[in-house]
């Protein structure tokens, strides 16, 4: 909950007080002998539970109409004057203000002022509050907004509002509440974002953000950065309907398009770079998107903060027993090779049923770093411009300073552009799990039969966990020079097409595989973590019956990610909002 700082002494000094009006009240409802024998449980909490919500109403309403009198009688200067041009207001008719609070539904009259030069109303008693002049408290968005963004759907969202809180939201207003939410905090990221754009390259390597601790000796400093799926609903038309009703009440909801575009300083950060667009075509760890017009990519970064020691030497350099278990490993190698289609048709219904499949690939024995701290960054921007976003998200948290650092991911290019282009001081580590899965499928193809087959994937992955992945390259071109590459439309599966791709894979992933070197850094090998929060965040986005708008998409992606991100930070959120509140409606609140 939010918000929580009032003086409990206060209170503690009125408990005489509510003890003698506890006992007018049991006496007044039952007689000075108690409830009758009989009388269930049930009837008596719910007795209880109505009185304290009355008594809640009642203090609520009557505090807020005295501090309402008192400003009619005498309004000090600041809260007189407009908060957009600073000039004096002039007075109105008191408002009937209506507010849904966490305690309780309101209702009383709140003092109303108007600008002229602006034209606009201002209430200084929501401004004086820390309430925007919505009908809803800081308290109860935020639960609207955690249901709204956590739960599966905005209908279980409401539901359980209703069940658990007690508040009855409808799944349309959770939908536009936690959408309203999200865009502000879309703001927030925004500026951030442009402000780091806007620092110099020696500002950005060199810095930390003032009031920051960056990692320490013990510490890494790690992204990560994956891909998952949702679908967006086709972009609409707006009806006239709809468009008369835009201009009415002259809000200024951009489009989706133009709420993706980037601003100035991060356009101007992107020219910089003058990237060549690569072909992405034969890019194995690329998710294909499903068959359907409707899916698009999501994309997941994490900024952790992990803890680990430096050895002398790799502390662990015989491969874990997981990976030399044949079960296990077709296991993890299927998991990875399931097609982007097939995880789509999928329903989460189908994963929860399984939580096997929930967990991440592999739990190896290396005592990799342990995670400290994580922050989640989520969107659906191009993957150059979310990459300013993850390295704005690395730079808040102190990453310039950090004495280690790693960048880990699988295979997919545009990924690698990211960190060539944002994280090249970082050292760049492939996922070890997509490693195997390579040398995995080139053990089975270049043997005859398959105990051969698996006889060769032990060597060779013992290789590959060692840092050695150049002797079964080796071993590849030598295959692949004896039994020719595959002619123009061989199909996919022959074995000198797999050969012929995981040598590409390898070749073209081999400085980012000296696996025992990374240990002995303590460095992580497997980039699990980034793989299951891509899972969570799709608990929430991804299924066949879930369509977003562009911008809903957006906004339900940040609350997600800042739900997900250790540090409070939307408990931070509300305390920002609450200091900003202007007592004016901007152009978005109009709920
Ligand atoms: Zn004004």
Redesign the pocket.
Known sequence: MVLQSQTVAEVDSCRFLLQGQAKNLADRLFGPNGPPLGTPFDQLERIALDVSAQLRKLLLDLLLARQADAMHRDLPDYLRR?P??A?DTTPEEPAVRSLHCHAASLEWLEPHRY?G??R?AFFPQSKSLGIDVGHYSASLLDLITYAGANKLSFREASLDLDKLGGHRVHEKQVERLSKRIGLERLAERRQEVEHFATLTLTQRKDTTPAGVEPPGEDQVAVVMADAGMLQLRDVAVPSPKEKAGTQQTGTQEPGPQEENKTSGPVEALLQEEKEKEEDDDDDDDQDKPPSGRHWREDKVGLVLTMTSKVSATDPCPEIPDTFLDPERVAKIVRGLKKSAALQAEEQTAAAAADPAAQEAPAKITYDGPELAKRQVVASRQSWPVFGVMLACAAWMAGFAKAPRRAFVADGARAIWRVWQSRFSSYVPILDFIHAMSYVYAAAKAVAAVPAAGWKLYAEWIQWTWQGKVGLVIEQLQHWQSEHGQPEKGEGATTNRSVVAKSLGYLQNNQEKMKYAEYRQQGLPLVSSLVESMVKQISRRVKGTEKFWTDEGAEAILQLRADYLSDGEVMERFWQRRQTAATGQRSYRTHS
Do not use: D
């Open positions: 407009c957009t041009c000039c600008c030069r602006c606009k």
